[in-house]
């Protein structure tokens, strides 16, 4: 599928078993059009990656970063392998089997999430929860989530984790948020 934003065209592979395998989802693009003009630092982890939609344009934009992108399916994670080497950014991105943070150290610039709601809370706020300890003082993490799908809770939720959560950003119901992880003691 291709991917056009800020003037360039992304070709990304795809496949059955993956979310969103016929087009970007609306949250994606609008978490894309808020995240690539930012500066997100030079070490990036994509958790919950998919077939690289965020992680791999992040990477394409970003010359001078890192980029983690992990996932628990192995099948988004070939995919992602793919693009990243047709995207010409393999040198600079790692694709890892993760189950949350369970293969992922850090520390982090930036972690960013297109959390996999269908999965639940427990995971989706288990990725929430591990993120603090994986950034660096003053890092950030951004979400992309629907009002419907619980965006007002999750952001209630990321302020008790990191003391504070801003909305970014709302695109026809999805609503964009950034938490920074403070250096002080909890």
């Known amino acids: 599928i291709t991917l056009e934003i800020y003037s360039k065209k992304i070709e990304l592979v795809t496949d059955n078993g993956v979310f969103s395998k016929k087009r970007i989802d609306e949250g ?97 706020y288990a990725m929430y929860e591990g993120a603090k300890q994986r950034l660096i003082d003053g890092g950030s993490l951004f979400i992309v989530i629907r009002k419907a799908q619980g965006a007002l809770s999750a952001k209630e939720y990321i302020t008790e984790l990191f003391g504070n959560c801003t909305l970014l950003e709302r695109h026809k119901g999805y609503h964009i948020y950034q938490a920074k992880k403070t250096n002080e003691e909890i």
């Open 28 to 124: 994606s693009f609008a978490f894309l059009k808020v995240l690539l003009p930012l500066s997100l630092g030079k070490n990036i982890l994509d958790l919950g990656c998919g077939y690289g939609t965020l992680g791999l344009t992040i990477a394409l934009f970003n010359k001078d970063a890192r980029v983690t992108l992990a996932d628990v399916n192995t099948r988004a994670l070939a995919l992602c392998k793919k693009s990243a080497r047709n995207l010409e950014v393999e040198s600079r991105v790692t694709i890892l089997q993760s189950d949350v943070y369970e293969n992922i150290e850090g520390p982090y610039d930036s972690i960013v999430i297109n959390p996999p709601i269908r999965a639940g809370k427990k995971v989706t």
